[in-house]
């Protein structure tokens, strides 16, 4: 089966960096997504990975490596309003997104 | 309108109704989803479309049904709800399949009694 697993909930300190990972087994790979959705909205695209390495993108960096199935997303400078859920989602073979079920990122001061 | 909209924004519906989320999108995108998402579970593709006049099955469709007469159009409906179908529903829409980002309507929150 299809699997995309990724830490429930994580916190971290205002000011401070925090990963997130995410690993998966998917029938193909066509790209992995990470979106940030607050509570009561819709998810929002944060980045977009198709090809190994690191993609940096102001405060947010994301990483893949296909070979090990694996993902992270890299936040700097945390802020209070990078309180959210953080979704990986996983573009397959047949071109659908398998999504994990997001880990909630609470930051305190 | 900019983006993508649904409506309503929440329902609550009796066991055994028939009810239909609206979904519209103005980015012309030819490709629009269905989501539900649930507590504790990834979002769950319902049905999709990638492009006016076709349609698709996804991962949870049964009780559920789509059409697409049209670009910019892309209703939901369940034909007779159940329990079960409680849940926040997603409308989404891309340029195309495949690598290019989804955007996301505001949700729909529905609670079948």
């Known amino acids: 089966g299809q699997n995309i697993d990724q830490p429930t909930e994580m916190t971290a300190t205002e000011g401070a960096i925090v990963q997130i990972n995410c690993t998966y087994q998917?029938?193909?790979?066509?790209?992995l997504f990470w979106y940030q959705q607050h509570a009561g909205e819709a998810p929002t695209f944060l980045s977009y990975n198709v090809l190994d390495g690191l993609e940096e993108k102001g405060r947010f960096s994301s990483f893949l490596s296909r070979s090990k199935g694996y993902s992270y997303l890299l936040l700097k400078e945390l802020q209070m309003k990078d309180s959210a859920s953080y979704l990986c989602?996983?573009?397959?073979?047949?071109?659908?997104?398998?999504w994990g079920a997001g880990t909630k990122l609470i930051i305190k001061p | 309108i900019a983006g993508i909209t649904q409506a309503p924004t929440s329902q609550i519906l009796a066991a055994g109704r028939r009810m239909t989320l609206r979904c519209t999108q103005d980015m012309r995108h030819n490709a629009m989803y269905w989501y539900r998402q649930d507590l504790g579970l990834g979002l769950r593709l319902i049905h999709y479309?990638?492009?006016?006049?076709?349609?698709g099955k996804g991962e949870v469709p049964d009780g559920y049904s789509v059409s697409r007469a049209n670009t910019d159009d892309f209703p939901l409906t369940l034909a007779s709800a159940v329990p079960s179908q409680t849940s926040v529903y997603f409308c989404?829409?891309?340029?195309?399949?495949?690598?290019?980002?989804?955007?996301f309507g505001p949700g729909t929150r529905l609670t079948v009694l």
């Open positions: 479309s990638n492009t006016a006049g076709t349609t």
């Open positions: 989404a829409s891309s340029d195309s399949g495949g690598g290019n980002e989804q955007f």
């Open positions: 989602a996983v573009l397959d073979s047949n071109y659908q997104l398998i």
């Open positions: 998917t029938s193909g790979f066509n790209g």
